[in-house]
């Protein structure tokens, strides 16, 4: 898999189609062309296509797994339901009421990081009777079994959730599988109830059962931005699913996955979870840093708690997203056209008034 070439691959193709679009209308097309080149967001570059350096193999879990023991020289250590195969480790079987984890015991001390996940989550249950999902972590403590898809609650850091069973049925607003996105410093906890609501960042369905093809999750955590982009419809493209800005996440946590499964079960299989470098360039300021005491947190317009009234569950950093702005500005050019037919329209009449007095 081009691991982020799907990304541009998006953009390159809408921008694409909008040129082809413009030549066809004359000046407005040239208008057009001008306004998408501006407002369309700009495709961030990922350096870890096919850069294989850049490649953290002791926070890389692949195949055949040759790392993954209780000796003290393994990288990866295994709890619960956990099944290590050649092929994949399987979380949790499609057995009722299981958990089960893997976490790599080597600390991330990297500022900037991006974390591919191939997993394949498959089971026998039919639409709607099947569960839990599971969950990819960032976090100060690891191997701590709990009830937030087989790992503790209050947890400290970072957690990503693919959530296959909907609880809240008042929140018929969305679809499940549901890929939601949490920050914590010990003092939250997740409300299984309400679908991690309460606490949850942003988030968006993700049709992710019974593939018969891969399915891939990127975690990206750079300059206090969080993205989460999915692999899901067998194109070979990211869709991006979360974007959120003022994040703060220190070094020195642990990666990890963990699922779980209640009165209905699925099969939670990762197959890898591969993390990247990211190199960036930080201020002065964030380089004297001491990053392993930053406590996790967000900046955003409005409390996680506030999310319980909001219908549709997502909000995301003060800063305006690109689609934002171009909307915004295509509804400024709008309203300019509108006011200029009026104007030429009144100005027209005007004229012919005053023809009828000579």
């Not at 030549?23 to 294989?52: E, F, M, Q, Y």
């Not at 339901?81 to 009722?96: G, I, P």
Request: charged residues 25%; aromatic residues 10%; glycine residues 10%.
């Amino acid at each position: 898999m081009a691991a982020a070439g799907g990304e541009g691959s998006i953009c390159a193709l809408f921008r694409a189609r909008c040129v082809k679009t413009a030549k066809g209308l004359g000046g407005a097309g040239a208008l057009l062309t001008l306004l998408a080149a501006l407002l369309v967001p700009p495709v961030r570059a990922d350096i870890t296509d096919g850069n294989s350096e850049h490649l953290k193999r002791e926070h890389s879990l692949t195949k055949p797994y040759q790392g993954v023991g209780t000796s003290p020289s393994s990288q990866w250590d295994f709890w619960g339901s956990t099944l290590v195969t050649s092929q994949y480790v399987r979380l949790t079987a499609d057995e009722r009421s299981k958990q089960g984890s893997i976490w790599n015991t080597v600390p991330c001390f990297l500022k900037d990081w991006e974390m591919h996940v191939q997993f394949k989550v498959h089971g026998s249950g039919k639409k709607n009777l099947h569960g839990d999902g599971f969950a990819v972590w960032y976090t100060k403590d690891r191997l701590q079994p709990g009830p937030v898809f087989g790992n503790q609650d209050h947890y400290v850091g970072l957690a990503i959730f693919v959530d296959t069973f909907r609880n809240d049925l008042h929140g018929m607003d969305r679809s499940f599988p549901y890929i939601s996105a949490m920050v914590n410093n010990g003092s939250l906890s997740y409300d299984h109830g309400k679908d991690g609501r309460p606490t949850e960042l942003g988030g968006c369905s993700a049709d992710v059962r019974n593939k018969d093809y891969d399915t891939y999750l990127a975690i990206r955590y750079s300059k206090g931005r969080l993205t989460v982009m999915v692999d899901i419809d067998d194109k070979n493209e990211w869709k991006e699913c979360i974007d959120i800005g003022g994040v703060r996440l220190p070094i020195g946590y642990y990666f990890g996955a963990s699922a779980a499964t209640g009165d209905l079960a699925d099969n939670h299989d990762i197959i890898s979870m591969k993390l990247y470098q990211l190199m960036v360039e930080h201020s002065a300021e964030d380089d004297n840093l001491d990053w392993t005491k930053i406590e996790p947190s967000v900046s955003l317009l409005k409390s996680p708690k506030d999310n319980i009234d909001d219908p549709t569950g997502n909000f995301r950093s003060t800063s305006l997203t690109g689609w934002k702005v171009f909307l915004l500005l295509l509804c400024a050019l709008l309203g300019i056209v509108v006011c200029a037919v009026v104007g030429a329209v009144v100005f027209q009449k005007r004229q012919e008034r005053n023809k009828r007095f000579y």
